[in-house]
């Protein structure tokens, strides 16, 4: 990874934060923006590269006229596509979205073959899935944004209610990316002190609704979905992986027999580094925990089974 090159297929919101985020952080060598929406890649990619002058290290920003200009990337993160409208049912919106998704990573895999790639489409879980079926690439270079995002709004949580620096709480959140999500906060420390032994069950609780239901708050102020946290979570996972790190934090990424489960995607702490997903961690969860992470995989095989009777997989 010598180039630190990234292509950010979507220069949205949560794309161009994550984008801003990278530059003013120093993490990578080049940038490179992509949108279908004329002129925005562009306008955003100039203004950040003015703002760049002010940035630790130097990074070329650039905008691509082409999808196909995404080119020989260590990594593109992919956070294209619509979100529900109207009486758009769930099906609607995973055939509109699973066929974005498979022609930017037709794209992908033809002009950055040995990129690593970081799914944020929505909805997620199935997204990433959707990623590795046209790829065919190994599982550990296929990865969702999932508990990184979750994971940072659980500590937001806990620092409220502790009033304890968010920076020293760690944060576990496995399942999806969606109302099936689990927050762990019974296995999360405060520096180095249980979170059970500094809040009630009844406040563990309080957290892991608020968890849950972090992203829908955001909407309700501002009548759309956030995209600080995204994009900061989207620079965390680049970071770890261009560094090397080594960083545990929970992604979405697909299973092969891990928990139980073969042949879908969900989020589970794994090991991230220069080769994605270094290794796979697998918890001992209780029986109550079990049989929510059943359901999560559930219904993310669910919307698998959707686009299989729709013969997307076919097409």
């Known amino acids: 990874m010598n180039g630190r090159k990234v292509g950010i297929v979507g220069a949205g919101a949560v794309g161009a934060t994550a984008a801003y985020t990278l530059m003013m952080m120093g993490t990578c060598h080049e940038i490179v923006l992509f949108d279908i929406a004329e002129g925005v890649a562009k306008g955003k990619a100039i203004d950040m590269a003015q703002a760049s002058y002010y940035s630790a290290q130097p990074t070329i920003i650039t905008a691509a006229k082409d999808a196909s200009d995404i080119k020989d990337c ?112 019974q296995k999360v420390s405060v520096g180095d002190i249980p979170l059970t032994q500094l809040v009630s069950k009844e406040d563990m609780e309080g957290i892991i609704e608020r968890t849950r239901f972090g992203g829908a708050e955001i909407v309700k102020h501002l009548g759309t979905s956030g995209y600080y946290g995204p994009g900061r979570a989207i620079a965390h996972m680049v970071e770890a992986i261009l560094n090397d790190s080594k960083s545990i934090v929970s992604c979405c990424t697909i299973l092969d027999g891990e928990y139980g489960y073969s042949d879908v995607a969900v989020g589970v702490p794994i090991v991230l580094g220069a080769k994605g997903v270094e290794k796979i961690i697998e918890l001992e969860l209780d029986k109550d925990t079990k049989e929510k992470f059943a359901v999560s995989v559930s219904s993310i095989k669910d919307g698998i089974t959707i686009l299989k009777e729709n013969n997307f997989f076919n097409s």
């Open 74 to 185: 260590d990594i593109v993160v992919i956070t294209a596509g619509v979100p529900r409208k109207g009486d758009m049912t769930r099906a609607d919106l995973l055939m509109i979205n699973a066929k974005i998704t498979k022609q930017v990573v037709e794209n992908v895999k033809e002009n950055s073959p040995d990129a690593i790639i970081i799914c944020v489409s929505n909805p997620l879980d199935v997204m990433t899935y959707v990623t590795k079926q046209i790829t065919g690439w190994e599982n550990n270079r296929i990865i969702g944004l999932a508990g990184a995002l979750d994971g940072s709004r659980m500590a937001y949580q806990i620092q409220k209610l502790t009033g304890y620096a968010s920076q020293q709480t760690g944060s576990l959140v496995i399942g999806d990316h969606g109302e099936h999500m689990i927050p762990l906060p």
